[in-house]
């Protein structure tokens, strides 16, 4: 039996200079603007223990989906690794995709309804050329994805004037991991014809391997969970098994997910026929992993008002 495969090589590019853009460096919220302050116990819980995780050199893991950029938020995140709230970032593609375009380009976010009707829909010539080319290098030097994005970045400085908002250059910048994970045929770069799914899929693989070591060091440490509904738990529970595996003591932990889902009660038994069931955070994130020791919260929260909360209440 013959399988066909479609010829990428044929596939139409556009500059992404040409781009409205619905995210700017522009308007990216500042460290200094109001913010809706939270009056939850729940959330004072949490706030403390991340200071005490940091006060006793235990890791405070942020995992996150592509809208905590989209939120015009980097720049919380960036400081609060800077301050050493914050030891490891992990994120799926898109979160690399629009951080990478705020750094280069000033701007980030397409109107997708429109472009995917004609096919032009992430077909952005500078973003998938350079992604790719970073992403092909640093596999040959054995690098990882983000590390991999970040060095291309600090050897072309005159390519990213906004540098200083990309969050996975400051991470590296700062020795926080920043690791991403890809699932393969998800992301507009790897509709470019320059995209190599081998040198994506090695990249995230050291990633994760990264990214086990720091949730085999979770022992009285947090993971926190930022919007990413699929990616973010499936790959915590599976660096969590591992690192059990390996005898990690990663018992004595706490989590939380921060979502616009609202699970109730998120604590009680759930059946198969009950949609909530199959919201992975709820199980991968709030209930499973602490169910020998610490604590798993979920918040029903926009992220413009749990980032910066969290940032004042734990610098």
């Known amino acids: 039996m013959k399988y066909e495969k479609i010829d990428f090589s ?15 460096i522009d308007n990216l919220v500042n460290l200094d603007d109001p913010v809706e302050a939270v009056d ?5 819980g949490l706030c403390e223990a991340i200071k005490t995780a940091r006060a006793t050199g235990a890791p405070v893991i942020f995992s996150m989906g592509a809208h905590v950029i989209k939120n015009r938020l980097s720049r919380f995140i960036i400081e609060m690794m800077k301050n050493g709230t914050i030891t490891h970032i992990a994120g799926n593609g898109a979160v690399s995709i629009h951080d990478f375009e705020l750094a280069y ?15 032009s829909f992430g077909m952005w010539e500078e973003t998938g050329y350079m992604m790719n080319e970073a992403i092909k290098k640093g596999v040959e030097l054995g690098m990882g994805y983000g590390e991999s994005l970040a060095v291309y970045i600090d050897q072309h400085p005159e390519l990213f004037p906004n540098r200083e908002d990309c969050v996975l250059y400051q ?3 700062n020795n926080v991991p920043a690791t991403y994970h890809i699932a393969l045929g998800t992301d507009i770069i790897h509709q470019h014809p320059t995209c190599s ?27 926190l969970n930022f919007g990413s509904s699929v990616i973010g738990p499936e790959v915590f529970l599976k660096a969590l098994s591992i690192s059990r595996n390996l005898g990690y003591q990663t018992f004595r932990i706490t989590t939380a997910n921060f979502d616009l889902v609202d699970l109730g009660d998120y604590k009680s038994k759930l ?7 199959y919201y992975r955070p709820r199980k991968n994130i709030i ?10 919260y979920h918040f029903c929260m926009d ?13």
């Open 303 to 315: 992220h413009r008002i749990s980032i910066p909360n969290i940032y004042l209440r734990t610098k």
């Open 197 to 223: 799914m081998g040198a994506i899929g090695a990249a995230s693989g050291v990633d994760f391997k990264r990214y086990c070591h720091s949730v085999s060091q979770l022992e009285g440490g947090v993971f």
């Open 271 to 277: 059946t198969y026929d009950d949609v909530l069931y």
């Open 171 to 173: 991470a590296w910048l």
């Open 40 to 44: 939850d116990e729940n959330f004072d």
């Open 105 to 119: 380009l000033g701007g980030t976010s397409e109107d997708v309804p429109t472009a995917i009707e004609d096919g």
């Open 10 to 24: 044929k596939i139409r590019t556009w500059s992404a200079r040409e781009r409205i853009n619905l995210v700017r």
């Open 287 to 296: 209930n499973r992993p602490v169910s020998r020791g610490g604590k798993g």
